[in-house]
């Protein structure tokens, strides 16, 4: 039974940091070929944030999001990361850790597997 589990959202003010955590159960992890994070605000579509591959090399970031978020993996720990600087409002989503055995890809309908998500809230 593959399971991911995020933490570490929370309510922070515009030019505030968090770090969001993706910690992987299963068989799963260590074959796993992409970790990667989307997002979702109210109204709109699931968005790619970032991605990284098993061997912890960075595949993507959307354009909004670079130079102020890192995605990075510990697979002693089998856990992925997203640390976030410079929070705007914009920000303000669920954010999702997801799995593939697949290439990394922006595409949400890629990924088979899917954290309960954690809540960003970025106010002005």
């Known amino acids: 039974q593959v399971k991911l589990v995020e933490s570490g959202g929370g309510s922070v003010q515009a030019g505030g940091s968090l770090k969001l955590s993706c910690a992987a159960s299963?068989?799963?992890?260590?074959?796993?070929?992409?970790m990667a994070w989307f997002r979702q605000a109210p109204g709109k579509e699931r968005e790619g944030v970032a991605g990284?591959?098993?061997?912890?090399?960075?595949?993507y970031y959307t354009d909004s999001v670079k130079g102020r978020f890192t995605i990075s993996r510990d697979n002693a720990r089998n856990t992925i990361y997203l640390q976030i600087n410079s929070l705007k409002p914009e920000d303000t989503a669920m954010y999702y850790c997801a799995a593939t055995l697949g290439l990394c890809s922006s595409d949400y309908t890629s990924y088979g597997y899917w954290g309960q998500g954690t809540q960003v809230t970025v106010s002005s």
């Open positions: 299963g068989y799963f992890y260590s074959s796993s070929n992409c």
């Open positions: 990284i591959h098993a061997g912890g090399s960075t595949t």
